[in-house]
């Protein structure tokens, strides 16, 4: 299939310029192999889309995240705002939100689950690794995505946030549309640990010129609390797709939209 071709080129790409550790090689493999879920009937998740025009447009990474945007507009601000641009997360420090080290970071997210996720493990630039504490307890995080390019671009954004027990946060995740022709395919992934709180907003702001397959994973401890609330104007092709597990006694979650 041409497109795989294009992939592995893409992904060879990012090979030379950075280290591609086992996993993410073992991710491209996985992808490589079958490709998009475009012929999966018997799949609950895809069945109902129709995923071949995925074949015809060969998207290219892009990693340049120097855009500008004024948050002023959108009533956000820089201080509690974490832009992602291109798919590549850009962070500011925040007191009471720390970068994790790779070495302490385990993923919830099962890479030989989906295509989709296989490739977003694959082609992601870096993974945003974040621990929030008890200094941002109360407060509000926003993740904003937006994209500007001359091509038609493949986002793989990799954003996991860690929770502190004790801590309640509300994190807001908006799309904004643009007129780039994108593969959107952002992964957020969040470990709530005893007693802590999330309140998750998510919202599509797209285009017809946009293709958004949505993942989220929660991992829930003792007496945590989730909760999603989501909308969306739609894509072209769109797909909000979440897995909560509760880990932990008295864990409770709340899935609306």
Not at 116 to 132: A, D
Request: hydrophobic share 35%; proline share 2%; with cysteine.
């Amino acid at each position: 299939m041409e497109y795989i071709k294009h992939y592995e080129k893409n992904f060879n790409e990012l090979s030379n310029v950075s280290n591609i550790d086992s996993l993410k090689q073992e991710s491209f493999n996985f992808f490589s192999k079958s490709g998009f879920p475009i012929k999966k009937k018997g799949d609950e998740r895809w069945k109902y889309l129709d995923l071949r025009s995925l074949e015809k447009t060969l998207y290219t990474t892009d990693y340049d995240n120097n855009l500008n945007i004024d948050l002023n507009t959108i009533g956000l601000n820089k201080s509690n705002t974490i832009s992602v641009n291109n798919g590549v997360p850009s962070y500011q420090k925040f007191n009471g939100i720390d970068v994790l080290s790779k070495e302490s970071y385990t993923p919830i997210v099962n890479v030989y689950e989906d295509e989709f996720l296989s490739l977003n493990n694959s082609l992601s630039s870096k993974h945003l690794l974040l621990k929030v504490n008890s200094e941002f307890n109360g407060k509000v995080l926003n993740i904003v995505y937006y994209g500007d390019s001359s091509k038609e671009i493949l986002e793989c954004p990799r954003i996991y946030l860690e929770i502190e027990q004790n801590v309640e946060i509300t994190v807001n995740e908006i799309f904004i549309s643009s007129k780039v022709v994108t593969l959107k395919l952002p992964v957020i992934e969040m470990v709530l640990n005893k007693n802590s709180r999330v309140l998750h907003n998510l919202v599509f702001q797209s285009s017809f010129s946009e293709n958004n397959f949505k993942f989220t994973r929660i991992d829930q401890k003792e007496d945590s609390f989730y909760k999603l609330t989501s909308f969306s104007n739609s894509s072209l092709l769109a797909a909000n797709d979440i897995k909560v597990s509760l880990n932990g006694k008295n864990s409770e979650c709340d899935l609306k939209g």
